[in-house]
């Protein structure tokens, strides 16, 4: 198993530019999760998926969007990107439990 | 909404050394998870804990779930380079559903050779 695989591993965005961060698991895990975790910080959820077809936002979700389509992907999306958006984005994911396992993250800057 | 309160923010040191770090929350979880994030990667589950009181071990990690569940431990014992990294205790949120799970700050460890 590759477990929970994000792309692409850099980027660098100008403002006002769009992107989609994928995010695939191979564990037929049933929760999936996007964060955000800014320099020297924790981590903060922006988005959670219990299932496919179903989304709900976490603490951050301003200025991003999700879908969930399928069990194995939770893409998410900016739409119109801002400095505020650089940072390092993490896509987890859990079956039922508490056990969160997570991708090796995508690290953004918008410029 | 709930906060996780982690002690201390960082700790230097010397290789062969024991740790110790906390995790604190005004409200009662009822699970509590550690995690270990090495420079540029994603964090890694270390230890869950499920009952309070629980004491586990997970090689030289030792991780307690505080017996009035406002709190946790992390202990390291004998340290080595490879222990450095950011430790993050976490929980989940009982005021939301779905597995979502409220992050502490983290400890960051700085092992000397």
């Known amino acids: 198993n590759a477990g929970v695989t994000q792309t692409p591993k850099f980027r660098i965005l100008k403002i006002g530019q769009s992107m989609t961060l994928q995010c695939t698991q191979d564990?037929?895990?049933?929760?999936m999760y996007w964060y955000r975790q800014d320099p020297g910080m924790g981590l903060k959820l922006i988005y959670y998926?219990?299932?496919?077809?179903?989304?709900d936002k976490g603490e951050v979700p301003n200025g991003y969007n999700v879908s969930r389509s399928t069990t194995e992907d939770f893409p998410l999306r900016l739409e119109l990107a801002a400095p505020s958006q650089t940072s390092v984005y993490f896509c987890?994911?859990?079956?039922?439990?508490?056990?969160?396992?997570f991708g090796p993250g995508t690290r953004l800057t918008v410029t | 909404g709930q906060q996780l309160n982690q002690s201390p923010q960082s700790m230097f040191i010397q290789e062969g050394e024991d740790v110790s770090m906390n995790c604190t929350s005004s409200?009662?979880?009822?699970?509590w998870l550690w995690y270990k994030q090495d420079p540029g990667e994603g964090p890694v589950l270390l230890i869950a804990?499920?009952?309070?009181?629980e004491l586990t071990s997970n090689g030289r990690l030792t991780a307690q779930f505080g017996i009035t569940r406002k709190d946790s431990f992390l202990n390291i014992s004998a340290s080595i380079p490879s222990d450095v990294g950011i430790y993050f205790c976490a929980g989940p949120s009982t005021e939301t559903s779905g597995s979502r799970l409220t992050f502490g700050e983290g400890t960051q460890l700085t092992v000397n050779p």
């Open positions: 804990l499920y009952k309070a009181g």
């Open positions: 409200s009662i979880f009822n699970t």
């Open positions: 987890a994911s859990s079956y039922v439990s508490y056990e969160q396992y």
């Open positions: 564990m037929n895990h049933n929760y």
């Open positions: 998926s219990v299932g496919a077809g179903i989304t």
